[in-house]
């Protein structure tokens, strides 16, 4: 019987350089020794991705284990070795890496100085995605918070110096600080930075709104167990279009004037939290805002399509500056509320909308906000609130919660029919109110 030997074409590059983006360093590396073709291959990746392994879940369940430690200076000697066979056989005209991925499990002070050369490699290299991740060893578990936090790496204006040409940025388990102040027409640090991840990393004092001024270019934030030095979180102004924060602990958040943001989440069970202000972010379409202790809650400013969705049981004051198409739902069975609707109807356009439409219309909206208590409207023109009787007759009360309804407008009724219609309007509005 004859042999048939079959020779298979070499991969594409392409293809090999799609396997190596998927794959570990340290797996690549390996991949060197399956034939000629593939060694050597890893140092030119476009990525270089560091994982120490463990699922942080898994880790903590462990007890002490020295092999640990031992098995942490072998990942840190890897990380090493292959940032000097970069060095020694990448070609100049090469340089240029994508992403960069360091991801520790027991991070130990010692490996300060390897963290260091790893940014100095890839800011040479111009990278455009960083993912550090650099999770304090358990040797230190025992520490009161504020010795651990003196532990973490620091990351500071001379960290970020050469990092203009990162876009994409996640940091895990570090701390921020010494960002001073430059005027405006100074360089940014992060020009060109279009994402940013941050999960329990560390603020000091006053850091958090100068590296939002270092990032001209941001649109995606995302803060997940953060923590800053006086619990207080707010900025003015940025290109930020889309904010997430969870298990903050700050007790007061102020946004004011983020023209292009459109989108805001916020979810924690702290304590701590007292008030959430976004004030004059006139682009803002969604609102999602879960928060059990938060007690005000302050929108000056949005789309007239926002949704927003406020489940707060212990909110006591919300202030809305919107429009009625926004749908506001608002779970907070305590709540005293007040609105500013810019886009109330003059009398004389009502005709123009159709038969109903401006009614059902201002209908729905208050409906979404018949729990409140204490609600404050103010309007333009009485005249609004004069729901027709056929209306009255066909549409239940929006205010079904409501006590005490104050109005403030800039006219008021002065004939008699004007004043029962108006008085038998409010009393369909908000049927329990004593005021």
């Known amino acids: 019987m004859d042999v048939v030997t079959v020779i298979r074409p070499p991969l594409p590059d392409f293809v090999i350089d799609q396997i190596l983006r998927i794959l570990p360093t340290k797996a690549a590396v390996r991949m060197s020794s399956l034939s000629k073709q593939w060694d050597g291959v890893w140092r030119s990746a476009s990525i270089l991705d560091f994982d120490e392994g463990d699922e942080p879940g898994k880790y903590d369940n462990d007890h002490i284990d020295l092999n640990k430690i031992l098995e942490h200076r072998k990942f840190i000697k890897i990380v090493e ?118 999960k329990n990393v560390h603020f000091d004092d006053h850091v958090f709104p100068l590296l939002i001024w270092e990032c001209p270019s941001l649109e995606y934030l995302s803060l997940n167990a953060c923590s800053f030095e006086f619990s207080k979180f707010n900025f003015s102004g940025s290109s930020l279009k889309s904010l997430e924060v969870k298990h903050s602990n700050a007790w007061d958040i102020r946004i004011s004037h983020a023209e292009n943001l459109e989108s805001f989440r916020f979810s924690s069970n702290s304590s701590l939290l007292e008030t959430i202000i976004l004030n004059e972010s006139c682009n803002l379409k969604y609102i999602n805002v879960h928060a059990e202790h938060l007690k005000q809650f302050s929108v000056n400013g949005c789309r007239d399509c926002l949704m927003a969705t406020i489940n707060t049981p212990n909110l006591v004051s919300f202030f809305f500056k919107g429009f009625l198409k926004s749908k506001v739902f608002v779970k907070a069975p305590n709540l005293s509320a007040t609105f500013l609707i810019w886009d109330l109807w003059d009398g004389d356009l009502l005709a123009l909308n159709g038969p109903w439409r401006h009614y059902l219309t201002l209908r729905d909206f208050l409906e979404r906000i018949g729990c409140s208590k204490n609600v404050i409207l103010y309007i333009r023109d009485f005249k609004t609130l004069i729901f027709p009787e056929d209306f009255r007759k066909n549409f239940s009360s929006p205010l079904y919660g409501c006590n005490q309804l104050f109005l403030r407008m800039d006219n008021s009724p002065k004939e008699v029919k004007d004043m029962d219609d108006f008085y038998d309007s409010l009393v369909w509005m908000a049927p329990s109110t004593t005021g």
């Open 81 to 198: 070795r292959c940032l000097k066979f970069r060095e020694i056989y990448q070609h100049k005209q090469d340089l240029l890496l994508y992403k960069f991925r360091l991801r520790m499990m027991r991070y130990l002070p010692g490996d300060y100085d390897i963290i260091d050369n790893c940014l100095s490699f890839v800011f040479e290299r111009s990278i455009k995605e960083l993912d550090i991740s650099l999770r304090i060893s358990r040797l230190y578990r025992g520490f009161a918070w504020q010795n651990r936090l003196e532990l973490y790496y620091c990351i500071s204006r001379m960290t970020l110096v050469n990092a203009k040409s990162v876009t994409v940025l996640n940091l895990e388990y570090v701390r921020i600080k010494d960002l001073e102040s430059y005027k405006p027409s100074d360089t940014r640090l992060l020009p060109n930075l279009k994402t940013m991840s941050l």
